[in-house]
Every structure is written in C-alpha cells, then in structure tokens.
C-alpha cells in the first residue's frame, strides 16, 4: 500500500496558510540538490538548523552540564537561602549567559551577594565551573538563534503560530525523521559518473500558493 504523505491528510485551508511553505512537501532529493536561494532551498536550510539543534539539546553531555549548573549554584547558596533567592541569583547570571561573553568580575558580583559568607576561592572555584556550563549555553543560544533566522528566511513574511495546526503540519512535511540523500554534487565529487547522478528531482506534488 503506498504510503500517504503528510500534506495529502489536510485541509486546503492550512494549504492556503503556508503559503510558499508547502514546498516543504518537495522529495527529500530535491532538499538536498536545491539551490540555497530557492524556496525548497531555504526551507532546507532551516530543516538542517533545527535538526542542530535538536541534536545538541538531547546530548547528554550537555543535559549534564546545564542539570550541574544549577546544582552548583544550589550547592553555593548558603542554608536558608529561599527558592526566590535562588532563583533571582539564577535569572541574573543567565542575563549574563544571554549577553555573550560573560565578564567573570560579574559573575563573581551576583555569587557574592548570594552568599555573602563565601570566601574568594570559593566564588572563584564555582565561578569557574559556572563558566564552563555557561560555554555550552551559549553555543546551545547560537544554535537557537540560527534556527530562528532560517525560519524567518524561509517563511518570508509568513507568521505560524508555535502549535498552531498549520505549524505541526509544516513541521510534519519536513520530514525530521529522514535522512537526505547524498548530493549530486558529492556523488561526483566521489568520482560517480556524471550521467548516472541522480537528477535533482523535481516533485509533481510540491504545491505553492501565493496570495
């Protein structure tokens, strides 16, 4: 039984709301052989960008870090610190993550107020292991901001609404789940003969509405 793909279980009207972005439902050989700037293209681009993503955000090694970013700062605080404190002092330094480049002197300000008691090598140390945890942030904050900038590329003027039915709909046709296939470009690279490289395929079912 041939399988049924996503954009042929909804409604024209979600259809008519993606727009341009129903081009999402070109084969996964055209994703990988369009040109950058195309539709197909561009949606591509932003598949790839959420796929980082994803990936980086259910590494394990970066699940550690960010559970042991909060567990030192709670470890630091001193007995009696209240959940408010706590999570004051975490909001101030994750100010700092968003910012870029954290300024240790600042980090040091927001550890000493916490707990006032501490003694300079001990801020040091847990500033220290703060700086690491919040490296790995910052990359994970690139990794979101790159995501969103292909969107916005691709959407071209679009709005979907997070959760929205023609949001998940989209995000069914781009197919997170599947491998692309090797470029054409690579298999020739690779020393494939030329006329046996697959053409970029051009999908019949690929559908674009426009205003």
Do not use: C
Not at 23 to 52: C, F, K, M, T
Request: hydrophobic share 40%.
């Amino acid at each position: 039984m041939p399988k049924v793909r996503p954009e042929k279980l909804h409604a024209p009207a979600i259809q008519s709301e993606l727009k341009w972005l129903n081009a999402a439902n070109a084969s996964l050989n055209a994703y990988a052989n369009a040109s950058p700037n195309s539709r197909v293209g561009q949606i591509a681009a932003y598949r790839e960008a959420l796929l980082n993503y994803q990936d980086a955000a259910a590494d394990p090694e970066y699940q550690e870090e960010i559970d042991g970013y909060q567990a030192t700062l709670g470890d630091f605080a001193p007995e009696g610190t209240t959940d408010a404190e706590l999570e004051a002092a975490l909001a101030e330094i994750q100010a700092l993550d968003a910012s870029g480049d954290v300024d240790p002197g600042a980090l040091e300000d927001i550890l000493s107020d916490l707990n006032p008691d501490a003694t300079d090598q001990e801020i040091e140390e847990v500033s220290a292991d703060l700086e690491a945890a919040i490296a790995s942030d910052n990359e994970m904050l690139e990794l979101a901001e790159a995501q969103e900038q292909a969107l916005e590329v691709a959407a071209d003027g679009i709005e979907l609404e997070p959760g929205s039915e023609a949001w998940d709909h989209f995000h069914e046709l781009l197919r997170l789940d599947e491998e692309l296939p090797e470029t054409n470009k690579a298999a020739k690279t690779e020393g494939a003969d030329e006329e046996d490289a697959d053409p970029v395929e051009e999908d019949a079912d690929v559908v674009l509405l426009d205003d």
